[in-house]
Structures are given as structure tokens and as C-alpha cells.
């Protein structure tokens, strides 16, 4: 337990002050893997939100393997460590001169009861007023909003509020009294929008997203994408125009080399702000742009058939010839990115804020890894080869993606999904695809597409239309 530092301790004691996490974490160190949902009915949750807002909570401590299912990783077995140190007798942890005392026992029963979280997800609208606010506290209960296009907070005091409201993620819109406003901030992440409170109630009705509503959420996705797109673009277009948006009227070239990018290499990028252009050209180039006062953080370098991209401010522009990347690893935490490469054959996205562009094409079988906690993406792959045996696999936490797929008429597509919160709206040349779809045929193709989704919240729409030779 030495190497636990006190950031991953209070992390740890945290999670393990909850008895649905508790339990989780005591049936992951005996009976891993499981599924989602083998998961949900071994702990006992019957509310897919609530138990999704418990995995959330403690998502450091947990990892997948190839199916999707979860473990324990090394911090969430020193986690059951703890855990079972606990449950042999009353333990008090010193931390910091602070004395934290926890008490578990087999069973999962506690000294005291604690405040229980109830999730509120999978809304149109939700108006919490003071009257509301103030029910929830008379049964002990704290609020979590989640997944929720609109979210009004009506006027009411601040002490009522902070006790009540545990957090708000991955909402559209939030609205709230000015004398709240950093309350709510504090409490907000994957909020795509929060303004005051206008005191003025929709004409429209609170209800939850249904299947039937399909149509709606993939608009609601184009219309957010359209408008982020068209800023996408434009930093991109001009990274000089981006330092008079964001700071000071100043731009200078501070990089410009040619470099040597080996025939199918493999691209490693991370981008936690600035702009970034990738895309073909008939040699290998970088160049760097200081766009503001700020000097930008670049790390570039070249390893064999590996390139190695680390960016935090400023534009910069890549070029890379024909041919060159075969396989391209993003991690983007913010910023602006925009990648053009055709003939891709590996595409891992981890993306937790910013916002992004992919467009590829391809003439191979391709791989498609994303996994958003955050952020926009959206993108468009052609597949232009019939045989083989391509894979999408989309693990959404949060954030939006919307992606569009186009492939060879004869192909043949299976779909697995798998919706445990957020809003997802998936078309097979304009068939709307639920749960799990495998094509006539798909078994004997020479030509595969396999899709597999798996939605804790956030928005994706996917778009996957057959073209003619």
C-alpha cells in the first residue's frame, strides 16, 4: 500500500464509502469478467441509470477486455485490499493529519446510513424547482442529472442546492439563477451549455427518450455537429484567425521542417489544445504556429515506423505523403483536430474533449476503435474494398459522434448494441438498427462489416449507406 499516494487514496476511500460500489468491487476480485449487465444483476441494481452513475463514479479502478466486459486494474485490486482489511474490523485511516474513519462489514451494512444517489437520466427537459429540491432532502436522497437535453434550475437557495445536487453530466443545455451559476459549474462536466435562468417555461413537455424518437436525436446531433463543424473548419483553415478568436492578434512561424516518414508507419498523436491539421501531401512536413502570447508545446519525433505527435497550443500543420500512415493512435483532451489521410487501415480514437474531424478512405480492411468520455467527433470512412473483414467498435461514455459509413454494395453488416443511457440513432441505408442486427447472407459474405456499440451516455448518430460500383 506504500506506492498509494494521497490523491489515489481519497479516490479509493471515496469509492469504497458507497455499498453498491462496495459490491462491485468485491464481486469484480471473484468473479471477473462480466458484462455490463451479467454485472448490474449480480450487484442487485435494477435501474441500468442509477447503476451506470455508480460505474462512473469509480471507472478508475475498473478496465475492459476484448469483449467489452470488466475487471479490476491494479489500482481497483489494491482498492479490494483496502476493502477487506476493512471488513475484518473498524478501521480509521489517518490522511493527512485528517482521521477518516470508515466502518464495512460482510453484508455491506454501514455504522450510519448514507444520503442514497438518485439518477435522473434520459430526459427531454427537467425543471428541478425549490419544491422538488426540498422533497428530495426530506427522504435523504441527492441528485445526479445525466443525459438530459435540457436541464432548468429554478430559484432557490444555495445551501438547498449543494445539498442536494450531487453533480450534473453530460447535458445539453442548463439553465440556472444567476446567484447559482458557480454552483452549477462546479458541479458540471460534458455540459455542453449553461446560461442564466429566464424565468420563462417551454410550451414543450418533459419526457424520455424513447426509440420512436430516433429522428429527433439525430437531428439534435446534426445540428450541434453542423455548428461545430463549421468552427472546426475555420481554425483550421486559419490558424491566425484562431489567435484573434482566443488572445492576442500575434502569429509566428516557429517550426517548419521537412521530415521522413518511413512507408507504412504508425502515428501516435496527443492533442490537449491548439489546432492540429493532418492530412496527405507529396512530402513529409510539420510546421508550427505560436498563436498567441504562449509559446506552444510541440513534441515531435520519428522512431523507426513509429511518428510521435504531442501538441498543447498553437496551430500546427502536418503532411504526410501517400502511403505513409497505415495506423494512426489519438488521444485528444482538448483543442481542435482535423485528419485527412486516405488509406488507413487502423484508427484508435480516446477522446475526451475538444473536438475532432476524420475523414478516410480505404481500399483495405479497417479497424475503428473510439472510446469518448467527452468532446465532438465526427467523421466520414469509405470502404472501397468488397472482401475482408472490417470492425467499428464505438464505447461512448459521453461526449457526441456522429460518423458516417459508406461501403461497397455487396458488403454485408452485423450490429451489436448495446444502450445502457445516452441517445444513439443507428441507420442501415436508412433502416433504423436496434439491439442486434445481422444481415441475410452476412455468414457466407467475402465482405464484412462488423459494428459494435456500447452507450453509457452521451449522443452518437451513425449513418452506414451502400454505394454502387
Known sequence: MKDLGPEEMDYILQVLSNRV??????????????????????????????????????QRLLKKDDMGEYMLNDLGKKAYEILTGLMREESTVEDGGEAVAIEAREGGEESSEEPSTIVISGRLRFDLTEDIAESYREKGN?????????????????????????????????????????????????????????????????????HDMDNFVGDLVSKILSATSIITNKLVASGFRFGRMFGPSRHELVIDENISVPSGSKMTIDLSGGVIEVKQGSEGRIRVWKTGWRNPEVDFDVRGDSIYLDIGGGKCE????????????????????????????????????????????????????????????????????????SKIKCDLNGGIVKLGLRIPSETKVSVDNKFFGGYASIHLD????????????????????????????????????????
Open 142 to 210: 441527492r441528485i445526479y442529472f445525466s443525459d438530459i437535453i435540457r436541464l432548468r434550475i429554478h430559484p432557490m437557495p444555495r445551501e438547498l442546492f449543494e445539498a442536494v445536487v450531487e453533480g450534473i453530466n453530460k447535458c445539453i443545455d442548463v439553465e440556472a439563477p444567476e446567484d447559482l451559476m458557480d454552483i452549477v459549474e462546479s458541479k458540471s462536466s460534458g455540459v455542453l451549455n449553461i446560461q442564466r435562468y429566464s424565468g420563462e417555461r417551454d410550451r414543450d413537455v418533459e419526457g424520455y427518450i424513447s
Open 21 to 58: 460500489r462496495r459490491e462491485v468491487i468485491r464481486i469484480l476480485a471473484r468473479e471477473s469478467p462480466l458484462s455490463y449487465s451479467a454485472l448490474m444483476k449480480r450487484v442487485g441494481v435494477d435501474d441500468s441509470g442509477t447503476f451506470g452513475f455508480h460505474i462512473r463514479k469509480m
Open 430 to 469: 436508412g433502416r433504423n438498427i436496434h439491439g442486434k442486427y445481422v444481415e441475410e447472407g452476412f455468414g457466407e459474405s467475402s465482405g464484412k462489416l462488423m459494428i459494435h456499440n456500447e452507450l453509457m451516455g452521451g449522443l452518437l448518430t451513425m449513418d452506414i449507406r451502400r454505394e454502387s460500383p
Open 318 to 389: 502536418l503532411t504526410v505523403p501517400e502511403d505513409a500512415v497505415k495506423d494512426i493512435y489519438m488521444d485528444v483532451n482538448g483543442g481542435v483536430l482535423s485528419l485527412r489521410i486516405p488509406g488507413l487501415e487502423t484508427i484508435d480514437l480516446d477522446i475526451s474533449g475538444g473536438m475532432a474531424r476524420i475523414d478516410s478512405s480505404t481500399d483495405k480492411p479497417v479497424n475503428v476503435d473510439i472510446n469518448m468520455n467527452g468532446g465532438v467527433l465526427s467523421g466520414s470512412i469509405r470502404l472501397d474494398a468488397a472482401g475482408g473483414v
